[in-house]
């Protein structure tokens, strides 16, 4: 099979999660397609796949393509594809624009669509292992992507106090105050935000495309954020990262070995959740899940001061069950 069309997931951080599966297909394949929406395709130019084509589509138009997405597709001239997001709804889009035969995971019952497949794994693995398993579907050997070479980092803290729903940020006044603490330590210190946010002095970007996010993560010297995507970039850049996770679970979306990093995590009875917010727990008085609420700012600074003195390399979390 000499091309390969392989629909990406709709997260950038599932994304990034994919380029071991991604670099290990491109060695093995004379061509691959990567499907992914246009908010997303600068991470090719940032971080490139050989003997890969995009073909990006408008966001808002999954899973019902535009003509000219599906133009695209057929042009490619796909010999077979990959479906990574788990829906019967992506495996059908692919069917829909023409390509075939499909491989992915026997989800949602839809492996009648699929001429090999894998059953999902019965235990948890972290989602980049997850997607290198469907190497096996192509007896392909996995590979790692290249790592970034190491650079100069300047005395830059980069903070991100967004996520994709609200309940799985940390306080945006604790973030402030680890960005005081920062400052005092000599730092520079620059908020990251896809909106408007009220800091008290400290810079601010809002909406920075994918490249010019990506130059500020390869030279800072510290990146603190929430269970999202931009902590992933800051990882695949290379900066040292602490995550702050919440209603996810850090043995699936949790850091890689890229660069120095530490999860803070607080286990709960109904930790991981299905994250329907506020069914399965009890918010807290500020209208958060308790596995957010309770990480403190001294909890977190006692982490940024082991990272930017020592230098540790990257542990799995060390998790304490709360009741």
Same mark, same amino acid.
């Given at each position: 099979?000499?091309?390969?069309?392989?629909?990406?997931?709709?997260?950038?951080?599932?994304?990034?999660?994919?380029?071991?599966?991604?670099?290990?297909?491109?060695? &093995?394949?004379? +061509?691959?397609?990567?499907?992914?929406?246009?908010? &997303?395709?600068?991470?090719?130019?940032?971080?490139?796949?050989?003997?890969?084509?995009?073909?990006?589509?408008?966001?808002?138009?999954?899973?019902?393509?535009?003509?000219?997405?599906?133009?695209?597709?057929?042009?490619?001239?796909?010999?077979?594809?990959?479906?990574?997001?788990?829906?019967?709804?992506?495996?059908?889009?692919?069917?829909?624009?023409?390509?075939?035969?499909?491989?992915?995971?026997?989800?949602?019952?839809?492996?009648?669509?699929? +001429?090999?497949?894998? /059953?999902?794994?019965?235990?948890?693995?972290?989602?980049?292992?997850?997607?290198?398993?469907?190497? /096996?579907?192509?007896?392909?050997?996995?590979?790692?992507?290249?790592?970034?070479?190491?650079?100069?980092?300047?005395?830059?803290?980069?903070?991100?106090?967004?996520?994709?729903?609200?309940?799985?940020?940390?306080?945006?006044?604790?973030?402030?105050?680890?960005?005081?603490?920062?400052?005092?330590?000599?730092?520079?210190?620059?908020?990251?935000?896809?909106?408007?946010?009220?800091?008290?002095?400290?810079?601010?970007?809002? /909406?920075?495309?994918?490249?010019?996010?990506?130059?500020?993560?390869?030279?800072?010297?510290?990146?603190?954020?929430?269970?999202?995507?931009?902590? &992933?970039?800051?990882?695949?850049?290379?900066?040292?990262?602490?995550?702050?996770?919440?209603?996810?679970?850090?043995?699936?979306?949790?850091?890689?070995?890229?660069?120095?990093?530490?999860?803070?995590? &607080?286990?709960?009875?109904?930790?991981?959740?299905?994250?329907?917010?506020?069914?399965?727990?009890?918010?807290?008085?500020?209208?958060?899940?308790?596995?957010?609420?309770?990480?403190?700012?001294?909890?977190?600074?006692?982490?940024?001061?082991?990272?930017?003195?020592?230098?540790?390399?990257? +542990?799995?979390?060390?998790?304490?069950?709360?009741?």
């Amino acid at each position: 099979m000499p091309s390969l069309f392989v629909k990406l997931p709709n997260w950038m951080g599932d994304i990034l999660f994919a380029y071991d599966l991604l670099f290990s297909l491109s060695c &093995h394949f004379d +061509r691959i397609g990567l499907c992914t929406s246009i908010q &997303h395709s600068d991470l090719f130019s940032i971080f490139p796949v050989p003997n890969a084509e995009v073909i990006a589509y408008p966001a808002e138009s999954w899973p019902h393509w535009d003509p000219e997405t599906i133009q695209k597709i057929e042009h490619f001239q796909a010999d077979g594809g990959l479906v990574l997001p788990n829906s019967i709804g992506s495996a059908l889009a692919l069917r829909w624009a023409g390509v075939s035969p499909l491989y992915g995971y026997d989800y949602e019952h839809r492996g009648f669509l699929l +001429r090999k497949s894998l /059953k999902p794994p019965t235990h948890r693995m972290h989602q980049s292992e997850y997607f290198l398993e469907l190497l /096996k579907l192509f007896d392909i050997a996995p590979a790692r992507y290249p790592a970034l070479p190491n650079c100069k980092r300047e005395s830059l803290a980069i903070l991100h106090p967004g996520a994709s729903k609200k309940e799985r940020a940390w306080h945006l006044d604790r973030f402030v105050e680890i960005g005081r603490k920062l400052k005092e330590e000599g730092l520079a210190v620059m908020f990251v935000s896809g909106e408007e946010l009220h800091l008290n002095g400290f810079s601010l970007t809002i /909406k920075p495309s994918l490249g010019e996010f990506a130059e500020l993560l390869k030279r800072c010297a510290l990146f603190i954020g929430n269970d999202s995507g931009p902590l &992933h970039l800051a990882q695949q850049c290379g900066a040292p990262v602490i995550g702050i996770y919440g209603p996810g679970d850090p043995s699936i979306t949790g850091l890689r070995s890229l660069s120095t990093g530490r999860v803070i995590y &607080h286990s709960f009875p109904c930790s991981p959740c299905r994250q329907r917010f506020f069914v399965e727990c009890e918010p807290s008085s500020n209208q958060k899940p308790f596995c957010i609420e309770t990480i403190t700012v001294e909890e977190v600074w006692k982490m940024v001061k082991t990272i930017l003195k020592d230098g540790i390399e990257y +542990r799995p979390p060390e998790t304490e069950l709360r009741t």
